[in-house]
């Protein structure tokens, strides 16, 4: 997750923890207000996914959110889900460039000629993937890192050093190697967050136990 703009802490919080209403606090970067955000930041973000179509999903939006903010992904996640035929690679394998024309005059997702045709492109190479795993939870989870590889404590400090890591570049040349686009290891390592391969929701944050919990108790896809 970018580090956006942070509002100073309060008393009694650690540096990046904001407070909430109810008494417990979240992370920064989804302390502006928006609904979407908190939502997204309390009940989806590093949660395990293990899901061929869920994990589809989760790279793509991921690639059309470089270099724009994730919370303008977030507002029009509904209209990608409709434009690409609920994120399925195998539908989404089939689209042909009349498909990319469609899209392109498609206001209501992100606009970008070269991220409509990765994604056409990324779920063709997902569908070669499927051939070769049992599913791209098996793939994709096999880049988790090991607890020795985590920082001991995720807190602001190491959490703003979060932006790759040995796995996530090490991810992105294996997809890149396979065909796959826009799946830099920054990109790379967003999704990795997303999808629950690491847990970077701050010590102190409500969600933080609940997400450890999840992977605790999630028996990996293999």
Same mark, same amino acid.
């Given at each position: 997750? &970018? *580090? &956006? +703009?942070? %509002?100073?802490?309060?008393?009694?919080?650690? &540096?990046?923890?904001?407070? !909430?209403?109810?008494?417990?606090? =979240?992370?920064? /970067?989804? =302390?502006? =207000?928006?609904?979407? #955000?908190?939502? #997204?930041?309390?009940? %989806? @973000?590093? !949660?395990?996914?293990?899901?061929?179509?869920?994990?589809? %999903?989760?790279?793509?939006?991921?690639?059309?959110?470089?270099?724009?903010? /994730?919370?303008?992904?977030? $507002?029009? $996640?509904?209209?990608? $889900?409709?434009?690409?035929?609920?994120?399925?690679?195998?539908?989404?394998?089939?689209?042909?460039?009349?498909?990319?024309?469609?899209?392109?005059?498609?206001? =209501?997702?992100?606009?970008?000629?070269?991220?409509?045709?990765?994604?056409?492109?990324? *779920?063709? !190479?997902?569908? %070669?993937?499927?051939?070769?795993?049992?599913?791209?939870?098996?793939?994709? @989870?096999?880049? &988790?890192?090991?607890?020795?590889?985590?920082?001991?404590?995720?807190?602001?400090?190491? *959490?703003?050093?979060?932006?790759?890591?040995?796995?996530?570049?090490?991810?992105?040349?294996?997809?890149?190697? $396979?065909? @796959?686009?826009?799946?830099?290891?920054?990109?790379?390592?967003?999704?990795?967050?997303?999808?629950?391969?690491? +847990?970077?929701?701050?010590?102190?944050?409500?969600?933080?136990?609940?997400?450890?919990?999840?992977?605790?108790?999630?028996?990996?896809?293999?």
């Amino acid at each position: 997750m &970018e *580090a &956006e +703009n942070r %509002e100073d802490e309060p008393t009694g919080l650690a &540096e990046g923890l904001l407070p !909430r209403a109810d008494g417990t606090a =979240g992370c920064w /970067w989804a =302390g502006d =207000g928006d609904v979407l #955000y908190r939502e #997204y930041h309390d009940v %989806e @973000w590093g !949660r395990p996914t293990t899901g061929d179509i869920a994990l589809f %999903e989760k790279v793509c939006l991921e690639g059309f959110q470089a270099g724009l903010s /994730w919370l303008t992904i977030l $507002r029009k $996640r509904e209209n990608f $889900r409709e434009a690409f035929a609920g994120f399925d690679p195998v539908i989404v394998a089939g689209f042909t460039a009349r498909d990319v024309e469609r899209l392109v005059q498609n206001a =209501g997702i992100i606009r970008h000629r070269g991220k409509i045709e990765a994604t056409i492109n990324n *779920a063709q !190479r997902a569908i %070669e993937m499927l051939e070769e795993y049992p599913s791209l939870g098996a793939y994709f @989870w096999s880049f &988790e890192p090991t607890v020795a590889d985590r920082p001991t404590v995720v807190d602001f400090a190491a *959490a703003s050093l979060l932006t790759t890591s040995p796995e996530s570049i090490a991810l992105s040349r294996d997809l890149k190697s $396979r065909g @796959w686009k826009f799946v830099g290891p920054t990109t790379m390592y967003a999704l990795m967050q997303a999808m629950g391969l690491v +847990n970077d929701h701050l010590e102190g944050c409500s969600a933080r136990s609940e997400v450890e919990a999840e992977r605790s108790a999630l028996v990996r896809p293999s």
